[in-house]
């Protein structure tokens, strides 16, 4: 392998199950409405598994969409990353899967940052190609939420959906990926997580019966808070020491996680809201797979182009949260792809 050089993007993907879940199906579930939810989130409906999806499926076809895109074949990839928080098993890795499914035969591994996943999984797959340790990797978000919700707790169950969305890597003479930043503040790791299923706490039957397997919040106006303040700060920050101003930049991908969140992020960073790509009201928070499935989109209609400086941040469990600075430098998609 050669270096030291740049990382550029030369295709996204994404995919999400068929089944669409709107706000009306938790109203039966839980004491919401429809109205509350959308007020409170900006969400409208999101996308859950079938029987037969799992995380590693919904990546392998993310990844064949982002490769038919671009050209290329799976074996031609030489280093495999899948960000998410709900791996298809505790071991092995969710990755290896996905390797099998597509057919390829480089390293592959899981990396578990929750919503941040993807920030920090295009950081690590960047500086893999800027070492000359990779020449095209693999970069992929995704999760399936809804099989660790409590559909019992309308603090979490409306939020979250299922999905992933891919992005592939290549070396480059220019910066495509320009610079990132990482955090994370472990001190707060209970603000966000599921408390049974590790080494820490076991699977037992009693905490089935408490219901310790699925997704839990505490003090979710502190998660708010939070995110919008480390969201903006860490842009700031990049911006600065890239030698950009938020007047530079054409588009604002932020975490799906809450509208009023995205709209407090750009307010603060001044970026109006014609510069930020939305799509929670269709798919809601998909964690890992949200910040590649916005990404698909807004490259497939034509919201991002060559020569686009395109901000991108993240926060989510940990606490963690990050941003990743873009210039754009994939051709338009093939006419027809599937966004």
């Not at 303040?229 to 799906?256: I, N, W, Y």
Request: include cysteine.
């Amino acid at each position: 392998m050669t270096g030291p050089h740049h990382a550029r993007i030369v295709a996204v993907g994404s995919a999400l199950p068929e089944r669409v879940v709107p706000n009306a199906y938790f109203e039966t579930l839980v004491e919401t409405t429809n109205d509350w939810i959308v007020e409170r989130t900006g969400i409208r409906e999101r996308r859950f598994a079938g029987p037969k999806d799992t995380t590693s499926t919904l990546s392998a076809l993310a990844a064949a969409r982002a490769l038919d895109a671009a050209g290329l074949p799976p074996e031609s990839v030489d280093l495999l990353i899948v960000a998410t928080c709900t791996p298809d098993r505790p071991l092995p890795s969710t990755a290896a899967f996905v390797q099998a499914r597509l057919g390829m035969s480089c390293p592959a591994f899981d990396l578990n940052a929750a919503c941040s996943g993807f920030v920090y999984g295009l950081t690590v797959g960047s500086a893999m190609v800027g070492a000359g340790q990779a020449e095209r990797v693999l970069v992929i978000g995704a999760e399936v939420l809804s099989r660790v919700l409590d559909m019992t707790d309308r603090t979490t169950c409306v939020l979250f959906g299922d999905g992933a969305g891919a992005a592939l890597l290549e070396p480059a003479d220019e910066p495509g990926l320009i610079d990132s930043t990482l955090a994370l503040d472990g001190s707060q790791a209970d603000l966000l997580t599921i408390f049974a299923g590790g080494t820490a706490e076991p699977i037992t039957p009693d905490s089935v019966f408490e219901r310790r397997q699925f997704v839990r919040m505490h003090d979710g106006s502190s998660v708010f808070r939070q995110a919008v303040v480390a969201m903006a700060e860490v842009c700031t920050s990049l911006l600065d020491k890239s030698g950009f101003t938020p007047r530079d930049v054409d588009v604002l991908v932020a975490h799906q996680a809450n509208i009023r969140i995205i709209g407090s992020v750009g307010k603060r960073l001044g970026i109006d809201t014609d510069r930020v790509v939305v799509n929670i009201d269709r798919v809601g928070n998909t964690s890992a797979a949200s910040i590649p499935i916005v990404l698909d989109e807004a490259w497939r209609s034509g919201r991002v182009n060559p020569g686009d400086l395109v901000l991108m941040t993240a926060f989510g469990a940990g606490m963690s949260w990050g941003a990743n600075l873009i210039r754009w430098t994939a051709p338009p998609p093939p006419s027809g792809g599937t966004p």
